[in-house]
T-cell receptor, first 105, second 115 residues
């Protein structure tokens, strides 16, 4: 089975940095995925971590600690278009409840 | 081509109707998925096909019947649905587990309303 915890909602200001945390317990770990989903649209892949450490991809970075069952998604230089739901998945097939991020001007 | 195409985009059906949702991808992915998503909830896995064979059925009611005619196509046949089945149905594809990153590529979804 899988148990994933993420905050339900977060708010941040344009230009700021925000960190979305995800803790997980899963019976079959094959990497940690982050997806972004804008309202009314399909989820899109953001990042994948299978080894411990930080993966950086432009304004977005993702961190993984397998021993702690912990990951975070770091968004820098926030833009209004980053307002979306961010979904964490510790197995490819199922998702956490998602974190709704609102970026304010 | 990195697209997953779903048709129709919108579907309204009565509880006695039979309809089908269709999904197509030409990325050479050999794993395809159906998800159901209700408002303000994450996608919930329904079915997984791997190499055109059903590998996972998440205890979905039999009024939903998946079909994978070939490696590019995935259908979801609908019959005798209930109003609570109204949702966004998302198709996704990926390389099978163990190959590449396994990231999911989603279609735009079919929004289903059951009256």
């Amino acid at each position: 089975g899988q148990n994933i915890d993420q905050p339900t909602e977060m708010t941040a200001t344009e230009g700021a940095i925000v960190q979305i945390n995800c803790t997980y317990q899963t019976s079959g770990f094959n990497g940690l995925f982050w997806y972004q989903q804008h309202a009314g649209e399909a989820p899109t892949f953001l990042s994948y971590n299978v080894l411990d450490g930080l993966e950086e991809k432009g304004r977005f970075s993702s961190f993984l600690s397998r021993s702690k069952g912990y990951s975070y998604l770091l968004l820098k230089e926030l833009q209004m278009k980053d307002s979306a739901s961010y979904l964490c998945s510790a197995r490819q097939l199922t998702f956490g409840s998602g974190t709704q991020l609102t970026v304010l001007p | 081509d990195t697209e997953v195409t779903q048709t129709p985009k919108h579907l309204v059906m009565g509880m006695t109707n039979k309809k089908s949702l269709k999904c197509e991808q030409h990325m050479g992915h050999r794993a395809m998925y159906w998800y159901k998503q209700k408002a303000k909830k994450p996608p919930e896995l329904m079915f997984v096909y791997s190499y055109e064979k059903l590998s996972i059925n998440e205890s979905v009611p039999s009024r939903f019947s998946p079909e994978c005619p070939n490696s590019s196509l995935l259908n979801l046949h609908l019959h005798a649905l209930q109003p609570e089945d109204s949702a966004l149905y998302l198709c996704a594809s990926s390389h099978p587990q163990g190959a590449n990153t396994g990231e999911l590529f989603f279609g735009e979804g079919s929004r289903l309303t059951v009256l």
